[in-house]
């Protein structure tokens, strides 16, 4: 599209990973008009930015977006990132979705009637808004006394790649979920590695999959919908899938977390007793915040950054919707398989709001 032109649309949705496409499948299936907004040169999400050994923590057939199973990965009982990008790949061709890239989105601004989507390619001109952008770009690092203090290398998440970058160093890698323990498990063998964590970690046990955590969300929620008893959702069951790598790691004793420092140094950090321990690099595997600043014009950020939602409908403007940004936004929502269900409503509500 060139530049300033100016298009009007049923449905813009913003962001075409995986939340993106799902949305897309069932608002075509609505018979709605729409177009997909990317950022990204290529498809495949964030999926396409991950560390080289991530890989998912279900089989490929409890993975997979509506109307279409993902293939298993030959060799491979978790597939990896790779085949989820080619799978996602495939999926957006085989619907032949209109997936515009790379598009970047400046703001969503009210119109009249309509809603209006700013971009550097243009500007569209909607009756509704799938707002599906994700969390990878907005990476979250707490605020650690003497942060910036620290001479040696700290990333996060988002820029770690494979542990051959870190061989023979000493690393410390934060964080107690799923990224650090599968990043850590990474690190353990050739190098000098601190896990540092805010409480002990807990793995699932050696059995659950994503399988059962999607089935355990989605009681969840319909338990919370029903009003009965909250069984406390994925976390709950614990904070680490142990997917074959971390085990390994774990039984062989290769993963033993340190409780969190209370600063950093010029070469390292210090607990609170006062002792210390060198680091050539940190990883901040600390999580990360939904990207919501292009709807910043709306004026609708509630309490913590939300937006306050009905399911995936914004409150105070139902013409809004946001989808994969966790379970405030649907059960599972930000998981490949549970993202269906919310991208089905969402598109159902449109098809009411708009005929």
Same mark, same amino acid.
């Given at each position: 599209?060139?530049?300033?032109?100016?298009?009007?649309?049923?449905?813009?949705?913003?962001?075409?990973?995986?939340?993106?496409?799902?949305?897309?499948?069932?608002?075509?299936?609505?018979?709605?008009?729409?177009?997909?907004?990317?950022?990204?040169?290529?498809?495949?999400?964030?999926?396409?930015?991950?560390?080289?050994?991530?890989?998912?923590?279900?089989?490929?057939?409890?993975?997979?977006?509506?109307?279409?199973?993902?293939?298993?990965?030959?060799?491979?009982?978790?597939?990896?990132?790779?085949?989820?990008?080619?799978?996602?790949?495939?999926?957006?061709?085989?619907?032949?979705?209109?997936?515009?890239?790379?598009?970047?989105?400046?703001?969503?601004?009210?119109?009249?009637?309509?809603?209006?989507?700013?971009?550097?390619?243009?500007?569209?001109?909607?009756?509704?808004?799938?707002?599906?952008?994700?969390?990878?770009?907005?990476?979250?690092?707490?605020?650690?006394?003497?942060?910036?203090?620290?001479?040696?290398?700290?990333?996060?998440?988002?820029?770690?790649?494979?542990?051959?970058?870190?061989?023979?160093?000493?690393?410390?890698?934060?964080?107690?979920?799923?990224?650090?323990?599968?990043?850590?498990?990474?690190?353990?063998?050739?190098?000098?590695?601190?896990?540092?964590?805010?409480?002990?970690?807990?793995?699932?046990?050696?059995?659950?999959?994503?399988?059962?955590?999607?089935?355990?969300?989605?009681?969840?929620?319909?338990?919370?919908?029903? +009003?009965?008893? %909250?069984?406390? $959702?994925? &976390? #709950?069951?614990?904070? *680490?899938?142990?997917?074959? !790598?971390? @085990?390994? =790691?774990?039984?062989?004793?290769?993963?033993?977390?340190?409780?969190?420092?209370?600063?950093?140094?010029?070469?390292?950090?210090?607990?609170?007793?006062?002792?210390?321990?060198?680091?050539?690099?940190?990883?901040?595997?600390?999580?990360?915040?939904?990207?919501?600043?292009?709807?910043?014009?709306?004026?609708?950020?509630?309490?913590?950054?939300?937006?306050?939602?009905?399911?995936?409908?914004?409150?105070?403007?139902?013409?809004?919707?946001?989808? +994969?940004?966790? %379970?405030?936004? $649907?059960? &599972? #929502?930000?998981?490949? *398989?549970?993202?269906?269900? !919310?991208? @089905?409503? =969402?598109?159902?509500?449109?098809?009411?709001?708009?005929?």
């Amino acid at each position: 599209m060139p530049q300033h032109h100016t298009a009007d649309t049923e449905v813009v949705v913003i962001g075409g990973g995986q939340a993106g496409l799902a949305a897309g499948y069932h608002l075509r299936r609505a018979g709605l008009d729409f177009v997909i907004l990317d950022a990204d040169t290529a498809p495949g999400g964030a999926w396409q930015h991950t560390w080289d050994s991530l890989h998912l923590f279900s089989p490929a057939a409890y993975s997979s977006l509506p109307g279409r199973l993902m293939p298993p990965q030959p060799g491979e009982t978790y597939p990896d990132a790779a085949h989820v990008v080619a799978y996602l790949t495939d999926y957006e061709q085989r619907y032949d979705l209109p997936v515009h890239r790379p598009v970047r989105v400046a703001g969503v601004h009210r119109d009249g009637a309509r809603l209006r989507v700013e971009t550097d390619s243009g500007t569209w001109r909607a009756r509704a808004v799938i707002s599906a952008t994700g969390t990878w770009s907005r990476p979250f690092i707490p605020a650690i006394p003497c942060r910036h203090g620290f001479q040696g290398t700290q990333l996060h998440t988002v820029e770690y790649e494979r542990p051959s970058d870190f061989a023979g160093r000493q690393v410390i890698v934060v964080g107690g979920g799923n990224s650090a323990a599968q990043i850590a498990a990474d690190l353990a063998y050739d190098s000098d590695l601190t896990w540092v964590t805010l409480r002990e970690p807990r793995y699932l046990a050696d059995d659950i999959d994503g399988r059962a955590l999607f089935d355990h969300a989605t009681a969840r929620r319909k338990a919370l919908d029903e +009003g009965r008893t %909250d069984n406390g $959702g994925v &976390a #709950s069951l614990g904070d *680490i899938v142990a997917v074959p !790598p971390v @085990r390994t =790691a774990r039984d062989t004793g290769l993963l033993k977390p340190q409780p969190l420092f209370t600063r950093l140094t010029a070469t390292g950090v210090e607990w609170p007793d006062g002792t210390t321990a060198d680091a050539d690099a940190i990883i901040w595997c600390t999580g990360f915040r939904p990207a919501l600043s292009h709807l910043a014009p709306l004026g609708l950020r509630g309490p913590r950054g939300h937006i306050p939602t009905a399911g995936t409908q914004a409150l105070a403007d139902p013409r809004l919707h946001l989808l +994969g940004y966790g %379970d405030w936004t $649907g059960p &599972a #929502s930000a998981t490949l *398989i549970g993202v269906g269900r !919310p991208a @089905r409503d =969402a598109a159902l509500a449109i098809a009411e709001l708009l005929h």
